[in-house]
């Protein structure tokens, strides 16, 4: 698609303060992302049919986030994909027989894909969609920041660059961030926790760890205000609050059930409640509406300096992604995602010890000796 048919959208960034702990502070002052235009009808329906005949001519397979467009879901599962989060969206493609992956999502994820498949070629509708998380989090400022607490373990989360994933011991998601530093505690290591600090409160508050903490934040989670939440969930006082552990820790408090995108998908199944506020990207409105059809999902409101109205929560970013490129990277080959081979694999060891550590988890609790043993590998 040229830049003509592209909608340029500035993001403004709220700058975060040092963290009591002593952390580093993320710069994201200036930022850009494009919004593919929408499609008409019989635009839609011809790219979806090209797509899909792409996918099957060059050996591909579509893996989509939550907070992409719902064509790009429903297509996905629809081609025999994937609609996750970001570490499965990654092990799924790693586990497919496609020689080709399609990444509808942002920058890190499809190095994720690419270090789990370094046999694989990796495509991405735009490879300029990147993540506050990850800018905000450059290496040689968080090298620096390892450097000045050598004492400490260094735990990363997934929305990082291949090189700082290549910096750090573990990796964690939120769906397991919980469980790793509370092994890692039990052993009596100290954490250096990287990038978002809110998450990294929410886990520091719950395991007792002893953490300190880079300063980064999401731009959408952290546009989420109590004070606003509060006046909606009086106006819907049978509803359950559903909160993703990268919002502010006052939203936090408030929920009902807190969780990773796969969490908060299954708290809306499990829960008896009719009406649910989620506090998350708005992306994950379509997949919670989709699998829960008598129940009514409401946006959490936002009111943070980069919001430009009151509910308006969704990764300008992850917008990036469109019909139209998915066809045009499939025809052409273009916007494939390289990482330095002698990168990836440092990145993968902290990838590798996060899958090794969940796997064990899914059979009971994982004992003092394996985390050590997994952390040694």
Known sequence: MSDSALAIKAVDYEQPDNSPTGGAVCATKHAWARVPVEPGPAERAALKDKIRRLLKEKNAVMVSHYYVHPDLQDLAEETGGIVSDSLEMARFGRD??????VVSGVRFMGETSKILSPEKRVLMPDLDATCSLDLGCPVDEFSAFCDAHPDRTVVVYANTSAAVKARSDWLVTSSCALDIVKALKDQGQKILWAPDRHLGGYIQRETGADMVMWGGSCIVHDEFKAFELEELMHEHP????????????????LADAVGSTSGILNAAREMDAKTFIVATDNGMMHKLRTLNPGKTFLEAPTAGNSATCKSCAHCPWMAMNGLADVARVLETGANEVHVDPALGLRARVPIDRMLAFTAALKQGPVPGSLVAHIGAA
């Open 96 to 101: 497919h027989a496609a020689t080709t992956l």
């Open 238 to 253: 049978g509803a359950k609050l559903l909160v993703h552990p990268e919002s502010p820790a006052a939203v936090v408090a």
